[in-house]
């Protein structure tokens, strides 16, 4: 099994990568000239600070190596390694898609072996 990283779009962007099979991404995706991605545990850091209260979001799961040689880990946050991929984000080589709603206190509740 290979490490799985995870992406969160909005609707708008999610909308994008299914009509044209890839997207450069969100806005802060095209500003860096790359890809932001996060491995499960940087996932909720990553909602927590970007998407806070943000509803209508999709999470995307995508195998690391599946995404070859254009994706880099780079120092962010505190220090920690984070996936950046210098390619589009393509539709086909994601694993899995999943709403990340809301709960009733604004909590953004993730799927599965991610809850």
């Known amino acids: 099994d290979g490490m799985l990283i995870y992406k969160i779009l909005r609707a708008g962007e999610w909308a994008e990568l299914q009509a044209a099979g890839s997207s450069a991404g969100a806005p802060v995706d095209v500003a860096d000239g790359y890809i932001h991605f996060s491995t499960a545990a940087q996932l ?14 999709m999470l995307l799961c995508y ?53």
Do not use: Q
Request: hydrophobic share 50%; proline share 10%; aromatic share 8%.
């Open 63 to 115: 195998e690391a190596e599946d995404l070859g040689p254009a994706l880099r880990w780079e120092e962010a946050r505190g220090g920690a390694l984070f996936p950046h991929l210098y390619a589009p984000l393509p539709l086909a080589g994601l694993v899995w898609s999943a709403p990340l709603p809301l709960d009733g206190a604004g909590a953004h509740v993730f799927p599965g072996d991610l809850a």
């Open 44 to 57: 909720r850091g990553t909602a927590a600070k970007h998407f806070a209260g943000e509803a209508g979001l």
